[in-house]
């Protein structure tokens, strides 16, 4: 597609189910990233795939987050056992991680997640 | 730890005017860049800068990255209330396993 794709736009649920976010990135891009803005505030980087590498699962929050990334394309960020804390926008980019050239990150509309 | 922050993170100035947001990061990285965020919607890529001493200009917005100092700097020229909206800075020290770090963003109200 023309640009990042993610889906839910909007996802309401109950405290302490599982939710899945889907982010589709650009086609040919390699490297994908999921970031969290919490209302009001800047972005917390989760998780960071890169080709065939292991992914860098640096910033996942707890043990209730994890990321796949299917044949190095789409990627699903699950949450398990969701709390109130995890409201926020969860946001996906994609870039083509030209080495040490420019990186530009494309950007999802993100998916808004509310935990009631 | 790569620490990227801003200031002001909050400005709030009048059509017309100029103003200066300063981006400082811990790292010795030179790929920095700079996003808009416009309320409720996602983030927009605005400038690369990948040298020290690069120089980028776009409208009424420029930006600079002084890689010594480890600062990058988004000048305001002539403010326009369209340019009201959050501004990111961002690091990609991806060559030393340092991924893309933000700035906790700027948010500019332009006021008439």
């Known amino acids: 597609g023309a640009g990042v794709s993610q889906s839910p736009s909007n996802k309401v649920t109950e405290k302490g189910k599982d939710v899945e976010l889907r982010c589709d990135p650009i086609?040919?891009?390699?490297?994908l990233y999921w970031y969290r803005q919490s209302l009001g505030q800047g972005l917390e980087f989760l998780i960071y795939f890169q080709g065939n590498s292991a992914p860098d699962k640096s910033g996942l929050p707890s043990d209730r987050f994890s990321a796949e990334r299917t044949g190095g394309s789409v990627s699903t960020l699950t949450i398990q056992r969701t709390q109130q804390e995890d409201s926020a926008v969860y946001l996906c980019?994609?870039?083509?991680?030209?080495?040490?050239?420019?990186?530009?990150?494309?950007f999802g509309a993100g998916s808004r997640l509310t935990v009631l | 730890e790569l620490k990227v922050e801003q200031n002001p993170l909050f400005l709030s100035m009048q059509e017309e005017k100029n103003y200066t947001i300063y981006c400082n990061y811990s790292t010795t990285s030179d790929r920095l860049y700079w996003y808009r965020q416009d309320p409720g919607k996602s983030l927009e890529s605005l400038f690369v800068?990948?040298?020290?001493?690069a120089v980028k200009q776009e409208g009424r917005l420029m930006a600079s990255l002084d890689t010594k100092a480890r600062l990058s700097t988004l000048h305001i020229t002539a403010a326009v209330h369209d340019l009201s909206a959050t501004y990111f800075c961002a690091v990609d020290d991806s060559l030393s396993g340092q991924n893309f770090v933000f700035g906790p963003g700027t948010r500019l109200s332009v006021l008439p």
């Open positions: 086609s040919g891009h390699t490297a």
């Open positions: 980019a994609s870039s083509l991680a030209l080495g040490s050239g420019a990186n530009v990150l494309t």
């Open positions: 800068l990948l040298s020290n001493g």
